[in-house]
T-cell receptor, first 110, second 110 residues
Framework: EDKVVQSPLSLVVHEGDTVTLNCSYEVTNFRSLLWYKQEKKAPTFLFMLTSSGIEKKSGRLSSILDKKELFSILNITATQTGDSAVYLCAPQSGTYKYIFGTGTRLKVLA | SAVISQKPSRDICQRGTSLTIQCQVDSQVTMMFWYRQQPGQSLTLIATANQGSEATYESGFVIDKFPISRPNLTFSTLTVSNMSPEDSSIYLC???????FGQGTRLTVV
């Protein structure tokens, strides 16, 4: 059975802190892994990772995938209150199916 | 990335009634997907909407409860039929290998 585990479940930090969010997975026919930020209803796409060891960066956010150990991390440096959200990872199983984790709820205090 | 318009944004419905959610994409896409996010839960794929053929449903979801239409390559609808309070969720459509999402529909059944 496909499984995705995100940790921690929730996190409270102060502005300027650096956070690391974890995603471990076991899915059949793995193709890629996606990260999203969800603030209200719709998740916002952050990264798609397909290759191990290649870091993807966008501003203060970065992410990397380890296909051997079956995990990915999302780093956020110099956090801001606007980073407060639920962060979801979703490994792709097969051609089109994404298995979503339950997310990490991040709260950044001013 | 595709621009996805979903409506309604939210609705409050009486139990036993049905609601149809629309998803419009600004470009032609082969596959469109419908997800459900129950309160406090992660996203679960309901079905894949295929143009010109019947939708493909995931385990636990049936056509009688969630009929889907896909009349062309830019549009799809999801109907939530004979609603009960357990159907109260956020419903999301998505497209593309990066699974870009529409704005979501927050449904409350009373």
């Amino acid at each position: 059975e496909d499984k995705v585990v995100q940790s921690p479940l929730s996190l409270v930090v102060h502005e300027g802190d650096t956070v690391t969010l974890n995603c471990s997975y076991e899915v059949t026919n793995f193709r890629s892994l996606l990260w999203y930020k969800q603030e209200k209803k719709a998740p916002t796409f952050l990264f798609m990772l397909t290759s191990s060891g290649i870091e993807k960066k966008s501003g203060r956010l970065s992410s990397i995938l380890d296909k051997k150990e079956l995990f990915s991390i999302l780093n956020i440096t110099a956090t801001q209150t606007g980073d407060s959200a639920v962060y979801l990872c979703a490994p792709q199983s097969g051609t089109y199916k994404y298995i979503f984790g339950t997310g990490t709820r991040l709260k950044v205090l001013a | 990335s595709a621009v996805i318009s979903q409506k309604p944004s939210r609705d409050i419905c009486q139990r036993g009634t049905s609601l149809t959610i629309q998803c419009q994409v600004d470009s032609q896409v082969t596959m469109m997907f419908w997800y459900r996010q129950q309160p406090g839960q992660s996203l679960t794929l309901i079905a894949t909407a295929n143009q010109g053929s019947e939708a493909t449903y995931e385990s636990g979801f049936v056509i009688d409860k969630f009929p889907i239409s896909r009349p062309n390559l830019t549009f799809s609808t999801l109907t939530v039929s004979n609603m009960s309070p357990e159907d109260s969720s956020i419903y999301l459509c998505s497209v593309g290998p990066e699974a870009f999402f529409g704005q979501g529909t927050r449904l409350t059944v009373v």
